[in-house]
């Protein structure tokens, strides 16, 4: 028996080799089309870890105190966590004699390996 037509106005019949010859290509296809999903289900999963570990992140660093008498300092450290991620800030901070300006320097490290910083400084009157 002769190979059928196969187009979308073809009205031939095909035969068993022609059948499975179009379904191994949409095998093939889907195949392809569910390893690259898979890849990046993964993508998204690893991000998602390194944003909340930058939650936690932010949130240690804004656990840490500062100093509040004019003329002294103070170093402190702080732990922040976000759903399944954690965080270590430490800090220290000034506060002029004249306890008009505050300076503040921070930095943190989370359970990614990802590390953050921050320095601020503040006048008051």
């Given at each position: 028996m002769?190979?059928?037509?196969?187009?979308?106005?073809?009205?031939?019949a095909i035969?068993?080799?022609q059948?499975?010859a179009?379904?191994?290509?949409?095998?093939i296809?889907?195949n392809?089309?569910t390893y690259?999903i898979n890849?990046?289900?993964n993508?998204?999963?690893?991000e998602?870890?390194?944003?909340?570990?930058g939650v936690?992140g932010a949130?240690?660093?804004?656990?840490?105190p500062q100093?509040?008498t004019?003329?002294?300092s103070?170093?402190a450290?702080?732990v922040?966590?976000?759903r399944d991620?954690?965080?270590?800030?430490v800090g220290?901070s000034?506060?002029?004699?004249?306890?008009?300006?505050?300076l503040?320097?921070?930095?943190?490290v989370?359970?990614?390996?990802?590390f953050g910083g921050s320095?601020g400084?503040?006048y008051?009157?």
């Amino acid at each position: 028996m002769a190979a059928g037509r196969i187009s979308k106005t073809s009205t031939d019949a095909i035969n068993g080799s022609q059948l499975y010859a179009a379904l191994e290509k949409n095998t093939i296809v889907n195949n392809n089309n569910t390893y690259n999903i898979n890849r990046l289900e993964n993508k998204m999963n690893r991000e998602n870890k390194r944003l909340r570990a930058g939650v936690a992140g932010a949130t240690a660093t804004a656990g840490l105190p500062q100093a509040y008498t004019p003329g002294k300092s103070m170093v402190a450290a702080a732990v922040g966590g976000y759903r399944d991620q954690s965080a270590l800030a430490v800090g220290a901070s000034r506060i002029t004699d004249n306890g008009k300006v505050i300076l503040k320097l921070t930095g943190n490290v989370n359970t990614r390996g990802d590390f953050g910083g921050s320095v601020g400084a503040g006048y008051q009157w």
